[in-house]
């Protein structure tokens, strides 16, 4: 157990249609991390936000947007799904006083989209 | 993975030795992360490397020469669960970015 948690943990949707993925940092962090991870691949960057603000992204395109909260749980936000956004999501947690490795993964959220 | 290169599949026998190579480009580079993935499950941390050298955890080692961008894996006295994707990660101005992994298969 990391202490971080993500939901919903497997969902379905429709090409076109929106989804929202959420995440709950472990406690006393205030950095959070998304990654897609397409069958077979490594997971890829998708985004950081640090304190609510944006701090670094991946070539993921607008359509993929984002959400940090007051108490560091995050949001990522998909427009206009497409087949190719079939994955596993995955929200790491980390705080900037910690040295490199207190980084904490959470289980992922699996993403099909048909 | 952003020039981070580890081999895709290796296959080894129940009770030996593997070791899994990982090259990366240094730039912002602040340190490098071993993590194990079995399918279907989230990746979970194994190593995390900043200077150069080898730092042993049990029956797993990780090493490290920054001047060169080089890393290793070192899994010894193999058993069958650790069949796994292994994957290399930078930590890049505080960006972790992953490799593509490399998927180990042990035969008994």
């Known amino acids: 157990e990391t202490g971080v948690t993500q939901s919903p943990t497997h969902l379905i949707k429709t090409r076109g249609q929106q989804v929202t993925l959420r995440c709950s940092s472990q406690?006393?962090?205030?950095?959070v991390s998304w990654y897609q991870q397409a069958l077979g691949q490594g997971p890829q960057f998708i985004f950081q936000?640090?304190?609510?603000?944006?701090?670094g992204r991946g070539n993921f395109p607008p359509r993929f947007s984002g959400l940090q909260f007051p108490n560091y749980s995050s949001e990522l936000n998909v427009n206009a799904l497409e087949l190719d956004d079939s994955a596993l999501y995955l929200c790491?947690?980390?705080?900037?006083?910690?040295?490199?490795?207190?980084?904490?993964f959470g289980e992922g959220s699996w993403l099909t989209v048909v | 993975g952003q020039n981070i290169d580890q081999p895709t599949e290796m296959t080894a026998t129940e009770g030996a030795i593997v070791q899994i190579n990982c090259t990366y480009q240094?730039?912002?580079?602040?340190?490098l992360f071993w993590y194990q993935q079995h399918a279907g499950e989230a990746p979970t941390f194994l190593s995390y490397?900043?200077?150069?050298g080898l730092e042993e955890k049990g029956r797993f080692s990780s090493f490290l020469s920054r001047s060169k961008g080089y890393s290793y894996l070192l899994l010894k006295e193999l058993q069958m669960k650790d069949s796994a994707s292994y994957l290399c990660?930078?930590?890049?101005?505080?960006?972790?970015?992953f490799g593509k992994g490399t998927r180990l298969h042990i035969l008994p």
């Open positions: 790491a947690s980390s705080s900037d006083r910690d040295s490199g490795n207190t980084i904490y």
């Open positions: 406690s006393g962090h205030n950095t």
């Open positions: 936000y640090y304190r609510e603000e944006e701090n």
């Open positions: 240094t730039s912002g580079f602040n340190g």
């Open positions: 490397n900043v200077l150069d």
């Open positions: 990660a930078v930590n890049r101005d505080d960006k972790i970015i």
